[in-house]
């Protein structure tokens, strides 16, 4: 049934064939979106107009919105409605936080892009506090002193150090005071700084979990230094094997991906190692506001501050986007790092800087920090109790903190298999081998991702991910075939 948009502020055509109307108009959207027909920002009727333009109930438009907004055809903000999302002209697969670049999973032809999200890495960025922030900013950018938005200390704005240091001590036990932080551009700006720092020293090789990121290893070599990798047991990473390495990189509170913190005694091993060699602890507090079972683990740092450089970031609390990391650091490294800042890019985006001191003064960090652990606490019960109500055999770890889960896959079943099955069926989830950097004998099994899917999305792609675990080994071999 054609139909035109008659009272909604523009004309499109659109075509709504076939029983089902809500599955007709998401591929009439859809299909305008793809060709160009709406272009990106276009901002659409609402629900009720176009409900009624069209003749069908403003429910049936309201969930065709949200789905491909789950999908991320359209974005819709408080205030400001729905409107057509910014993409490529031929979207494809996100590429996962575990990946090299340039290394995605290739579509094959006709394949649509998955539809849900599980991958592991992000958090929910819809759950951005907007209207905080902006009150943060607004507030932040009256009381800022002219000189703020010049040229200012590479170690970043004292309003955002002296708020870290607070926080920090506070929070997570950290060590710390104002001279003692640099704040940089993401951690993987605040890794390559100190690389270079420990080069210009003398250095050689860092050791670092077997299992972590592509991007961590890619990392250290890109500033000539040789990656060590440590195996990791249900203790953590097994440390005695750092014999030679200048520097340790570690994930003490929740090691990535498997999810185990490192044990008291790995935790007084590598301390030990530190001040006997005079090697440097790298401490990547991955994940160290979100647990779930008690409250959150101290960082190392409190245990050898002259040892260990901390680093944290806004990455998993508020949101990637913002590139604001930061590194707690020996006394003797800050002016290193600092003249390694000044000379990568100057300094870090000083309204930035200034809003999330503000956001930390005020006191909504912690009130953000705290909801989101309730949220992903109870989006974690929902995948546990999904898979142990659909597929009771299966073995679910790493669970204790973070944002993602480690869920061991059926006898049978390769982990290939399993994500080109996903992937097929609308799904976009990893394998725990995308993950293993030294090639560590292990399990198959799943990297889930539950902090990334929108809310109205979420039952949805626990229900795709629990058939597709409940599937026949035989099946999905068949599958990678």
Not at 438 to 452: D, E, I, K, N
């Amino acid at each position: 049934m054609p139909e035109i948009w008659a009272t909604s502020g523009f004309d499109l055509h659109l075509d709504l064939t076939g029983p089902r109307v809500r599955t007709a108009l998401e591929g009439a959207l859809r299909d305008a979106v793809r060709t160009g027909r709406l272009a990106a920002g276009t901002r659409l009727p609402s629900s009720r107009s176009l409900a009624r333009d069209l003749g069908i109930a403003r429910n049936t438009v309201a969930e065709a919105y949200g789905q491909l907004v789950g999908e991320g055809w359209l974005v819709a903000r408080q205030g400001s409605g729905t409107s057509v999302a910014d993409r490529p002209a031929k979207p494809g697969p996100a590429r996962g936080p575990g990946r090299r670049a340039g290394a995605e999973t290739a579509v094959a032809p006709g394949d649509a892009p998955p539809r849900y999200n599980l991958r592991a890495g992000s958090p929910d960025l819809a759950s951005f506090p907007r209207a905080g922030w902006l009150a943060a900013s607004r507030r932040a950018l009256l009381a800022a002193p002219s000189d703020a938005l010049g040229y200012t200390d590479p170690r970043g704005r004292p309003e955002l150090r002296a708020a870290l240091a607070e926080y920090l001590a506070r929070a997570r036990g950290v060590r710390v005071t104002p001279d003692r932080i640099v704040v940089c551009s993401g951690f993987t700006q605040a890794l390559g700084l100190l690389c270079q720092v420990l080069r210009t020293r003398g250095a050689t090789t860092i050791a670092t979990e077997a299992f972590g990121l592509t991007g961590i290893a890619d990392t250290v070599a890109s500033q000539g230094l040789r990656p060590l990798f440590l195996p990791v047991d249900p203790q953590g990473a097994r440390v005695g094997g750092a014999t030679g390495a200048d520097a340790v990189l570690l994930t003490p509170a929740h090691q990535f991906p498997l999810g185990q913190p490192l044990s008291p005694a790995r935790r007084t091993e590598v301390v030990r190692w530190a001040a006997d060699t005079g090697g440097l602890i790298i401490e990547d507090d991955y994940d160290g506001e979100f647990r779930y079972d008690r409250q959150p683990i101290g960082a190392l740092q409190s245990l050898a501050p002259d040892h260990v450089v901390y680093a944290g970031t806004a990455s998993k609390t508020l949101a990637p986007g913002l590139r604001l990391a930061w590194l707690v650091a020996p006394a003797p490294l800050v002016a290193e790092l600092a003249a390694a800042k000044a000379a990568a890019d100057r300094q870090c985006g000083a309204l930035d800087q200034l809003t999330l001191a503000e956001f930390l003064a005020c006191g909504e960090y912690d009130r953000h920090v705290r909801r989101r652990r309730l949220a992903y606490r109870r989006r974690r019960d929902r995948l546990v109790e999904t898979l142990r109500r659909d597929v009771p055999h299966l073995r679910v770890r790493g669970i204790a903190a973070g944002l993602h889960a480690v869920v061991d896959l059926p006898d049978g079943q390769t982990e290939g298999a399993a994500v080109a099955l996903a992937a097929r069926r609308g799904l976009a989830v990893e394998g725990l081998d995308a993950y293993n950097l030294a090639r560590q004998p292990h399990r198959p099994a799943l990297v889930v991702g539950y902090a990334t899917p929108p809310d109205h999305a979420f039952t949805a792609a626990l229900a795709r991910l629990s058939a597709l675990l409940a599937e026949p080994g035989e099946s999905t071999a068949a599958t990678a075939r």
